[in-house]
Every structure is written in structure tokens, then in C-alpha cells.
């Protein structure tokens, strides 16, 4: 039993909300503080914790954050570039010279190319309402506007998927109707490990209790599949849709779809009920039963594809279809693949033709927002109205670096024809995505290293990450404690978690908002930018609007501060589910769909008449790395980066606790290692064209034969050589595209592994 720990005099404890950077959840932690330095952190000790309004429990990420906090390699002053772009060398400057430069480069820019070339990119660094990179959003539209994006790395091609088939990304149930289920399908998802709302894993596990069977398909036997699973189904990544198709063959075949549901709910699943001018076009059933390519999706087709043995995929094919309700749950590693478009629409295809829409205790499948509304509200700081109308996919700005005077809708662009600029400024906060997290980090560092092509970088940010090495002015930022926040239940929850101030921000480091309030006073746009609010008058500010909007019970700031609650929420008392009033009248409440019916077979994806890569029914699409094609003589093993518990993607990969708990290593199956002369522990090299990368190795029969993983988010650390010495994978990913959503794709990797010499 843990030791309890007594309070210390004069020491205080705070309630807040855990300065998450996007880890899939929002947790309450208990901040103790004496003297104005953080003691220790500890998890939510409300009482009266319900299945209706659970504890909202913090892991390890979040308990172990003052590592964070106290790192001595904070960033503690304003610096700029002396060396070359990319080396890291820099000199202290002061606040008056760095803000002058900014604002100066600001001008310069707009002056010589116009706002179009200045571009705050995508970044989760810093998530609560009143930092991050809206902070910057705002100073720029005040300013006149910068290029704009759409999409993000995470949710690409389910956010653009799921519509397709729904009409609306909002097709999950309260999570508190998991309870009503029978069976669970945990497809490529991992609740347990990498969070996807808080508690997620616990309504699972208390599913189970009440007599659910999970079932987990996953090519690594997450800890998910091993605390929340009665079943790991070990699958070659990338060939979900394969293995999806089969089980809907064996459900026609014999008989086991719901086909009232489909006649009334459905069009495009047969020949019957084709959309208006697409009579004779392939239909979802020709494509599974091979009418048309001489193809039958059957098990023993998926099985040389997808590795899962024919009689597995039919049994669960049989037992999704017969135990009702049941949940088929996509998680996101899935779609961020070659193709990633297609196992979004198969999984909702799932859904609908068992019957499991609109009904407790099932689930649509897709994006899955809360409904009934959305959910969370996430994002209220006011960042304003963009003057610039042109935006781009989140994940092609090197792109737009590139090429971006020409880029069109083909690569994406939306709002206007053709872009005008290359993008010439960019000013990050709270963002790694420039190298860390991008694709093809050899790539993306030349890119950035060219002077003339982008001119100017400005990194705000906490640490000197791998994107901050290639700043021409690094401006440090304070952590989330050291200044005023709030948060929202992120994807699910139906709460408000208050962010006080706990401490001061230390050496000169600055909140984000004030940073660019400095910014934009030297502008000339101060009061339009700050209204007159500092941190704390913009969280009352966000607290009133959340008030209006979502949570008409929500106390005042200074109830909320006085009471030490941390967070108000709403207990769930009656799960609200997805499309109940479609399944019970689909006339009178139809789906924002174009028939108001669930389309199987998409009329709008007919249209783009690009049948090759974006079908209008859901098929099993060969990826352009793949263990089928090529490729793999030269890198045979499939690599994917899954999320671990050590990081928040590349936040807090310094961090001492966790990566003493969970050091980053190669996982790799000893089937794998054993011809190459492995040995568990030992040093290798992953490579392919790309890049290398060179890590301890870890034996483990719980990643399927044939793939290795590598937890995404270590930060790029190259030798002299070039070779990269921290395991990050983006040295060894792809900077292409999904096809449909013009998504992150990162997953579809093939390398080599062997052991490393000299190290």
C-alpha cells in the first residue's frame, strides 16, 4: 500500500487541469506548491466517483510533469541565430530586440509579397484555451491575414471520411452507453496507452464487467489489448479494409446483414438502390462478391493479405453480426496511411449493414464526435476573421514552401484558385511539426535550412526543440502553470477544467498571449488584439462563453478560483446516442447526407472520378509501400510509430521519469531479429532510402512478424553523419499524401533493420 504523504506546512495544494498538448484526454491534477515551487502532482481525489461523473485520473504523462517544469534546459531568454540555420547556435538578445525583429520581418514580408507568404502552422504544444498557436492565429489575421489550414496530422482522413458516409463527424454515442454494448470491436485503437477522452479505457473495462467481449485488432499487442481485451488479433498494417471486406463477405453469403436496415437507412450497397444516374455503376455488394474485377472478398483472400487466419476473420465477422449491440471503435493510426480514406468508410459501412446505428449499445463508427452536439467545445480563444481566403491542407505547408505560387485544388487548396505565394514566414508556437512530427525529416530540415525560400522563422516555445534549432529567433515561453487557462472535456466529456495561475514564470519567459500582445503593440494593433484582458480576463472571457453555449450552470472565475474545484461538470445520466431519431424515422429526420440516407456507395466521391484511389464504395487499396510490392526486397519490414506513454507525440521526451520507465527502443519480433543476428538490447539501425535511425532493439513476440514499431515523437538528434542517434521515426516516413483528405500518411513506411556497427 502507498505511504500517505502529509502536507507540509505551509505548503499548498491547487486544483487544475493537466497541461495535456493533445494526448487524447483532459485530466484533473492536484498541484502542491510551497515557497512558489511546485512539490509534487498528484491525480483527482474528488469524492462521489460515478460511472455518471467519473474521476477524471491523470497518467503518468501528467503525474510526472514537474520533470517538465524544472528542466534546466528551459528556455530562459530571447535569442537569435548566429550559425547557419539548422545548428543551433544562438545568442541572448533582449525583448525589445526580439520583438523588433518580428515585428520587423512581419512588415518586410507583407511588404515584399503580401500576407498570403506568412503561415502559422499546425502545432499542440501548448492546448489549453489561452495559449498555443491561436495566440499568434489572432496577431496575424489583426495584421491582415496569413495563409490558413484545414485538417490536422491527426484526424486527416476520418474528419474527411466520415461525412461521406454520414453527412456529419458527429456518430458517437456518450461513451457512458459503451455499458449497453455486447460486443466491442477495439479496432487500431489503444485507449489504454494513448488516451482518446479521458476514461475511455475505464468505460471499457466496466463494459466488460456487465458481460461484453472485446475483441482487439492490432498489429502490436498494445496495453490496451492487454488489460481491456479478451481477444488480440494480430494484423498486417494497412490491410484493415481487406480483412473489413471479408467479414462483409461472409455476412452476405450467409445471410447475416440487417437487411431491413440497409433498404430503409442505406443506398449503394446492391444494384436496388443505386443513386439516380449511377444504375449500372459497381455497387458495395458487386465489389464484395467480385462481380465486376473476378475478385470475391473472401476470408481466404483476406487472409494472404491481411496475415489473419480465414476461419478468425469469419468467426469475428459472425460474431460482430449476431451479438447485439455491438461497437466496431476505429482508432486513428489506421487512416493516417497510403489510403487511409477507405477503412474509415468500410468501418461505418460495418456499422450500418449489422444494424448497429442509432440504437444503445451501438455505434456508428467514423470520427465519432459526441453527440448530440459535437461535444467539447475545444478551441475558444477568438482568433478572429482571416482576411487571406486561401488555406491548405495542415500537412503539405512544405509544400507551399516548395511550390506554393501555383499549388491548386489538386493539391488541395481551398478558398481560392491558385496561391499567389510561397510561404516566405512562419511563425511557430507550441510546434514541433516543422521537423519532429513531419514526414521526412532529412527532407524537411533541407527545406528549411534554404534562406531563400523561407525567409524567416520565428519558434515560441519552452525548449530548444528539434524545430527550434531552425529558428532565427527563439522567444521562450512559460509552461501552462505559469499562467492563466481553461480546458474542455477535448473530444468527449461534458466538463470545464479551470488552469489558474500556480506559479511565476521564471527567468524572462513570457505567456504566449503576452508575447504576442508585445508583438502586436510594436504593430500598431495592441488594443484590437488584447481588448484590454489579460490572461485571466480572457479565461472569464472563455468561462462566459462556455456559459452561454454549453454549461448554463458553470460558476463565475472568481467561484470557480475560491472553491479549489479544478473543474465543473455534467454528470451523464441518459447516454445520448448518434442518429436515434434517423433510426426511428429516416424520412422525417434524414442525414445531411445528399439522399439523407447512409451512402454506402458516395455519389459525391463518384463525381471526382478518380476510381483508382478514391473509389465510391469502400475497397482494399494496394499501398505504394507495401510488403507486396517492390519495395520490399530491398526494406522488407513494415514500420509504424505508435504512441507511447513516455510523450505526448514530442512533448516531454525530456523528461527523466519517463524515459527511465519507458526508454525508447525498436520493438521487434524474434522471428525478425533472429536471421538478422539480433539480440534483444542490442544497438540497430532502421533505414530505407529516407534516412537511418540508430536505437536499442526490443524482442518481443507482441508485435506480429514482419513489423517493427518505433514510438513516434523522439526528438531528431543526428550525428555528423546524418544519422539520426534518438530513434526518431519521421527520419524514415513519407512526406505523401492521402488521396481524398490530402492527410498524414506517415504510417506507410517499409525499412530494413540490421545491427549497428561502432556504436
Keep these: 500500500m502507498r505511504k500517505k504523504i502529509e502536507k507540509d506546512a505551509g505548503e499548498r495544494m491547487v486544483r487544475t487541469g493537466c497541461p495535456s498538448h493533445n494526448c487524447g484526454g483532459r485530466c484533473l491534477l492536484r498541484v502542491f506548491v510551497k515557497d512558489g515551487v511546485i512539490t509534487r502532482i498528484e491525480g483527482d481525489d474528488r469524492p462521489g466517483d460515478t460511472l455518471e461523473d467519473p474521476q477524471l485520473r491523470a497518467c503518468i504523462r501528467g503525474r510526472g510533469y514537474r520533470h517538465r517544469q524544472y528542466h534546466p534546459d528551459r528556455l530562459k531568454v530571447p535569442m537569435k541565430r548566429v550559425g547557419k540555420r539548422g545548428e543551433g547556435k ?15 520581418e512581419m512588415s518586410r514580408v507583407k511588404g515584399k509579397y503580401g500576407n498570403s507568404a506568412m503561415f502559422v502552422p499546425y502545432g499542440t504544444g ?30 486527416a482522413a476520418i474528419a474527411a471520411a466520415t461525412p461521406t458516409v454520414y453527412g456529419t463527424s458527429v456518430t458517437g454515442n456518450q461513451r457512458q452507453d459503451w455499458l449497453n454494448s455486447k460486443y466491442i470491436l ?29 475483441v482487439c485488432v492490432d498489429p502490436r499487442m498494445s496495453p490496451s489489448a492487454v488489460s481491456l481485451a479478451d481477444e488480440w488479433v494480430p494484423i498486417r498494417p494497412g490491410t484493415d479494409t481487406a480483412m473489413m471486406s471479408a467479414m462483409v463477405h461472409v455476412m452476405i453469403t450467409e445471410d447475416l446483414c440487417d437487411r431491413e436496415f440497409i433498404r430503409t437507412h442505406c443506398v449503394g450497397f446492391d444494384e436496388t438502390q443505386m443513386p439516380p444516374g449511377c444504375e449500372g455503376e459497381e ?7 467480385g462481380t465486376q474485377d473476378g475478385t470475391p472478398k473472401t476470408p481466404e483472400w483476406a487472409e494472404r493479405i491481411t496475415g489473419v487466419p480465414r476461419a478468425t476473420i469469419a468467426r469475428i465477422a459472425r460474431e460482430y453480426a449476431t451479438t447485439k449491440p455491438a461497437v466496431l471503435y476505429q482508432g486513428y493510426g489506421m487512416q493516417r496511411r497510403a ?87 512562419i511563425y511557430a508556437v507550441a510546434s514541433n511539426c516543422l521537423v519532429n512530427q513531419h514526414a521526412n525529416i532529412n527532407r524537411t530540415a533541407g527545406i528549411l535550412r534554404d534562406e531563400e525560400r523561407l525567409e524567416f522563422l520565428v519558434v515560441q516555445d519552452n525548449f530548444l526543440t528539434s524545430t527550434g534549432r531552425f529558428a532565427d529567433i527563439l522567444l521562450p515561453a512559460c509552461t501552462q ?15 470545464v477544467l479551470l488552469m489558474p495561475k500556480i506559479v511565476e514564470p521564471p527567468f524572462e519567459t513570457k505567456s504566449d498571449y503576452a508575447i504576442c500582445a508585445e508583438i502586436a503593440r510594436k504593430l500598431g494593433i495592441g488594443e484590437a488584439y488584447t481588448k484590454g484582458r489579460d490572461e485571466r480576463g480572457w479565461v472569464e472571457w472563455a468561462l462566459d462563453r462556455y456559459r452561454k453555449t454549453r454549461f448554463p450552470g458553470l460558476p463565475s472565475l472568481d467561484e470557480f478560483e475560491r472553491s479549489n474545484a479544478g473543474v465543473y461538470s455534467v454528470p451523464v445520466t441518459k447516454p445520448a446516442v448518434a442518429f436515434e431519431d434517423f433510426r426511428r424515422d429516416p424520412v422525417g429526420h434524414p442525414l445531411p447526407t445528399p439522399s439523407g440516407r447512409i451512402e454506402i456507395f458516395s455519389q459525391k466521391l463518384f463525381d471526382l472520378k478518380k476510381p483508382a484511389s478514391i473509389p465510391a464504395v469502400p475497397k482494399y487499396i494496394q499501398e505504394w509501400e507495401s510488403p507486396f510490392g517492390p519495395e520490399a526486397a530491398k526494406y522488407p519490414l513494415q514500420a ?11 512533448t516531454l521526451d525530456n523528461v527523466d521519469w519517463l524515459n527511465e520507465a519507458f526508454p525508447q527502443r525498436l520493438f521487434i519480433n524474434p522471428l ?21 535511425t540508430v536505437v536499442p532493439c526490443r524482442l518481443t513476440t507482441r508485435i506480429m512478424p514482419g513489423v517493427v514499431t518505433l514510438p513516434q515523437g523522439a526528438w531528431w538528434t543526428p550525428d555528423e553523419k546524418g544519422t539520426d542517434r534518438r530513434g526518431s521515426i519521421n527520419v524514415l516516413t513519407s512526406e505523401r499524401w492521402t488521396p481524398f483528405a490530402f492527410g498524414n500518411a506517415q504510417h506507410t513506411i517499409m525499412v530494413q533493420v540490421e545491427k549497428a556497427k561502432g556504436r
Excluded at 188 to 214: C, H, Q, V
Excluded at 481 to 495: H, I, L, M, R, S
Aim: with cysteine; glycine share 16%.
Design 672 to 692: 525478425d531479429a533472429g536471421p538478422r543476428g539480433i539480440k534483444d538490447g542490442e544497438a540497430v539501425r532502421v533505414f530505407n532510402e529516407r534516412g537511418a
Design 283 to 289: 455497387s458495395y455488394r458487386d465489389y464484395i462478391l
Design 481 to 495: 502553470f505559469e499562467t492563466w487557462g481553461v480546458e474542455d472535456g477535448w473530444k468527449y466529456g461534458d466538463e
Design 126 to 155: 501548448g492546448y489549453s484555451q489561452i495559449t498555443g498557436r491561436q495566440t499568434a492565429q489572432r496577431l496575424m489575421n489583426l495584421f491582415g491575414g496569413s495563409l490558413g489550414f484545414y485538417n490536422s496530422y491527426s484526424w
Design 339 to 425: 489510403y487511409g480514406e477507405q477503412v474509415v468508410r468500410a468501418g461505418c459501412v460495418l456499422a450500418a449493414i449489422t444494424g448497429n446505428v442509432g440504437i444503445p449499445g451501438g455505434w456508428a463508427g467514423g470520427m465519432a464526435l459526441q453527440a448530440p452536439d459535437g461535444g467539447p467545445l475545444w478551441i475558444v480563444f477568438p482568433t478572429g476573421h482571416n482576411p487571406v481566403k486561401a488555406s491548405i491542407p495542415s500537412f503539405l505547408w512544405s509544400e507551399a514552401v516548395l511550390r506554393g505560387k501555383g499549388m491548386g485544388p489538386e493539391d488541395g487548396v481551398v478558398g481560392v484558385d491558385r496561391l499567389d505565394n510561397n510561404i516566405k514566414l
Design 640 to 650: 509504424v510509430g505508435h504512441h507511447g506513454l513516455a510523450r505526448v507525440h514530442s
Design 90 to 104: 544562438f545568442a541572448r538578445i533582449s525583448w525589445d530586440e526580439a520583438v523588433d525583429r518580428v515585428a520587423g
Design 186 to 214: 477495439m479496432w487500431s485503437w489503444n485507449p489504454a496507452e494513448a488516451r482518446d477522452g479521458t476514461n475511455s479505457e475505464y468505460f471499457i473495462r466496466m463494459a466488460r464487467e456487465r458481460g461484453a467481449r472485446t
